[in-house]
């Protein structure tokens, strides 16, 4: 028998790991609130390789939030670490970006003075600054609308520039936590492919908090499940649908099949959640 506290020499190779960009190891968030401690999230792992775009769904309240908060830097974890290219995340951090549902556009400033901003704090010279602004409007479909303030503009177009904003920081991590949620579905289903079509150009890595399966599923290369409280890691799902891919990608019948597994993974967590929502109301009646 052999001895297993002897190495072997030549060793053998290490098993081959996809290279990973950012990596949530073990992560752990509780909230203290008046009456309980409440775990938001709990025990979460996964990896995410460059140029990877994953989408991160759950029910209501299950620590999508506090997942990409912790991500950002916002959220301290109770335990656990994210690191980024290997370095701690630990706190607000250059190498990542981030994109809010809720409207963030500088009001008085035009468009190409909100997507120019990050590269203005960085010191960047106006003309430099004003030519790569110019390029990631172009890229958010924005030609022709650099001098418009953001009140002239429509929801999916202010995003867009909230989007062009983030993007202009270079940042190695995009994040998005439900940017579409305030638009309608056509509008967020042509954004959806904008948004595709920007991740494909600049290889951008990608993270996505959405409540949508079929936007999950049209964007992703792969889908992070979540289950309801305490948020944990229910199943990865690789979705394995050509590229490049526009929005018609949702009639095709494989499409179909990831909306239903995805679904049948989120059906039980979601029904729990609604158990517990009916279960309160019910307590404080
Ligand atoms: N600062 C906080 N203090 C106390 N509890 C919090 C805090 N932030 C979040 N929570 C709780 O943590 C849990 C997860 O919240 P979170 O907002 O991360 O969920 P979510 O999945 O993003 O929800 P939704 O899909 O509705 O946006 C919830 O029970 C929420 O009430």
């Known amino acids: 028998m052999s001895d297993p506290t002897v190495v072997p020499w030549p060793r053998p190779a290490p098993v081959a790991r996809p290279e990973t960009v950012l990596a949530v190891d073990d992560v752990v968030v509780r909230f203290q609130t008046r009456d309980a401690v409440v775990t938001a999230v709990d025990r979460m792992s996964f990896g995410v390789r460059p140029g990877e775009f994953i989408s991160v769904i759950g029910p209501s309240g299950c620590g999508k939030s506090t ?6 830097g916002l959220v301290t974890p109770t335990a656990g670490l994210v690191t980024v290219a290997g370095e701690p995340i630990r706190g607000p951090h250059p190498a990542i970006g981030m994109v809010f549902q809720e409207e963030s556009t500088f009001p008085w400033r035009t468009v190409l003075d909100n997507v120019a ?26 030609t022709g609308f650099e001098e418009h303030y953001p009140s002239e503009l429509s929801g999916g177009m202010r995003q867009r520039v909230s989007i062009g904003r983030t993007l202009a920081s270079e ?55 979540m289950s309801y409280r305490p948020g944990r890691l229910k199943r990865i799902v690789d979705i394995d649908l050509p590229h490049p891919r526009t929005s018609e990608v949702v009639t095709s019948e494989a499409f179909g099949h990831y909306v239903a597994e995805i679904w049948g993974d989120l059906r039980d967590e979601a029904s729990r ?11 404080t009646r």
């Open 67 to 72: 997942l990409f908060n912790v991500i950002g």
């Open 117 to 142: 901003f990050p590269l203005e704090v960085r010191g960047v010279p106006r003309r430099v600054r004003n030519e790569k602004a110019r390029d990631v409007v172009a890229m958010v479909g924005l």
């Open 171 to 225: 940042p190695k991590i995009l994040l998005m936590d439900e940017p579409f949620a305030s638009l309608d579905e056509q509008t967020r289903l042509l954004l959806g492919d904008k948004v595709l079509q920007i991740q494909q150009t600049l290889r951008q890595t990608t993270l996505l908090i959405t409540h949508s399966i079929t936007e999950a599923v049209q964007l992703s290369d792969r889908v992070v499940v």
């Open 273 to 283: 959640g609604m158990a517990e929502a009916e279960a309160q109301r019910g307590g």
